[in-house]
């Protein structure tokens, strides 16, 4: 399975952009890169999917370069509801099944 | 609605006690899912069950053991509870996609289990 690997935590005060990057050298061909929100006391919660180039939704966006072994999610203008913990993860995926892991996550804090 | 569910949302017992999570989704996934988040945060799956069938079962103890009576449904039973069990348990589920990997998962709010 791909590990990935991330910073442990984030500061940012309101209103700034934010971008994660997220490591995953050993990512497989067939392998597509998720990020997860967890806030304290619930469940991850999907926030966006990629496998190349850039993906966006109204959440936030995704960058990945060609070569995939790595990953950004950037957050435009944060709030203070956006203090969370944030997964990268890769999925291996035979037939459909999901076989995941989460990394450690990186804990942004949000400043007023 | 609640698209999965889990019961209880806390569970405090005694060492050596069996208890059991139920969890059930109502999003038509085929495939459903065990977490173990521990103390530190990290979040390591357990099991996976793809129409009631056993698909991924990472190195957990046979105290552990899934049961799926149908796809919309995934409880797990946990026999001998010691204190290292003492976690929030995820549930989840999502659909069987075409391509590898790349089903979205989607989580329920967690079982706090306390093991005194």
């Known amino acids: 399975l791909a590990k990935t690997t991330q910073p442990i935590s984030m500061d940012s005060y309101e209103g700034q952009e934010v971008n994660i990057t997220c490591s995953h050298n050993?990512?497989?061909?067939?392998?597509?890169i998720t990020w997860y929100q967890q806030f304290p006391s619930q469940g991850p919660r999907f926030i966006i999917q990629?496998?190349?180039t850039k993906v966006t939704n109204e959440v936030a966006s995704l960058f990945i370069p060609a070569d995939r072994k790595s990953s950004t999610l950037s957050l435009p203008r944060v709030s203070l509801s956006d203090t969370a913990v944030y997964y990268c993860?890769?999925?291996?995926?035979?037939?459909?099944?999901?076989?995941?892991?989460f990394g450690t996550g990186t804990k942004l804090q949000v400043i007023p | 609605d609640t698209a999965v569910s889990q019961t209880p949302k806390y569970l405090v017992t005694q060492m050596g006690n069996d208890k059991s999570i139920k969890c059930e989704q109502n999003?038509?996934?085929?495939?459903m899912y065990w977490y173990k988040q521990d103390s530190k945060k990290f979040l390591k799956i357990m099991f996976s069950?793809?129409?009631?069938?056993?698909?991924i079962n990472e190195t957990v103890p046979n105290r552990f053991s899934p049961k799926s009576p149908d796809k919309a449904h995934l409880n797990l039973h946990i026999n001998s509870l010691e204190l290292g069990d003492s976690a929030v348990y995820f549930c989840?589920?999502?659909?069987?996609?075409?391509?590898?990997?790349?089903?979205?998962?989607?989580f329920g709010p967690g079982t706090r289990l306390l093991v005194l």
């Open positions: 069950y793809n129409n009631k069938e056993l698909i």
């Open positions: 999003l038509g996934h085929d495939t």
């Open positions: 993860l890769v999925g291996e995926g035979s037939g459909g099944y999901q076989k995941v892991t």
């Open positions: 990629g496998y190349k």
């Open positions: 050993n990512i497989a061909t067939n392998d597509y």
């Open positions: 989840a589920s999502s659909r069987i996609g075409t391509s590898g990997g790349g089903e979205t998962q989607y």
